[in-house]
């Protein structure tokens, strides 16, 4: 039986994206949209229906969307109260899809390095610049008869691993690696979007991401607002970005 296949940096992007996607999905579906508690004919009905003992069903109680009817067994931990907001979700999708195009343009730089490493005049010169420590150098010598194999996994990958990030500065760090100038030129084409739109889009989310890892989200005395759409265009801008770059590198 053959493995399956490493996937490619596109395809392992499109699978990690899909987490946020989903994530949203359930917010968007398990939002409550019912202000009051269940009737006591709805519960008598659904208590009939769901075996509960006449005893307890007066405890059922239920969340309504334009998706789902959840009903809430008696003794449940959760309650309808626990949809009422949103936000906790497309926190996290918004971070889930921060990491997939992180993962996507350390896994893109990492499939052009082993090009660059077959002499002096391929490797690039941000390339020729990354810092070795003698202990590395050590190491290579006495572990790797290909040494640029051990470069590329012990010096190149690390560093690429460590430095890949939604951030506008680090998205142009990563992709001069591989010779790609003037970055935001070339995405902005591929987006048709208008100059300096992609690195403001980059340093918006960038910096949302951040806040909502090291802050919880934090405003004032409570947190930021997130909407559903608003999440939606992110995502939807985080790829177009991946895509964009995916044409300049290819």
Aim: with cysteine; charged share 35%; net charge positive.
């Amino acid at each position: 039986m053959t493995g399956r296949a490493k996937p490619s940096p596109l395809q392992a992007f499109e699978d990690n994206m899909a987490d946020a996607h989903h994530l949203v999905r359930l917010a968007e579906g398990l939002t409550n949209e019912r202000s009051r508690r269940m009737r006591r004919e709805l519960r008598d009905r659904v208590g009939s229906a769901l075996r509960v003992v006449e005893r307890d069903q007066g405890e059922l109680d239920c969340l309504e969307s334009d998706d789902v009817f959840m009903v809430f067994l008696p003794g449940s931990w959760l309650h309808r109260e626990d949809f009422l907001d949103h936000r906790p979700l497309l926190r996290q999708a918004l971070v889930a899809g921060c990491a997939a195009t992180e993962t996507y343009l350390a896994d893109k730089v990492m499939t052009r390095v082993g090009d660059l490493l077959t002499s002096d005049d391929a490797a690039t010169d941000r390339m020729k610049k990354l810092p070795m420590s003698v202990g590395e150098w050590l190491y290579i010598e006495r572990r790797y008869e290909r040494r640029r194999r051990g470069l590329r996994e012990r010096v190149v990958k690390p560093y690429v691993r460590e430095n890949a990030s939604t951030a506008p500065n680090k998205v142009g760090e990563m992709l001069s690696l591989i010779g790609v100038v003037i970055w935001t030129k070339q995405v902005d084409a591929q987006r048709a979007s208008s100059r300096g739109d992609t690195e403001r889009l980059l340093e918006r989310v960038t910096q949302r991401r951040n806040k909502i890892a090291h802050q919880g989200d934090r405003q004032g005395f409570g947190r930021a607002a997130l909407s559903i759409e608003e999440t939606k265009v992110d995502l939807a801008d985080l790829k177009s970005v991946v895509l964009a770059i995916e044409a300049v590198v290819t």
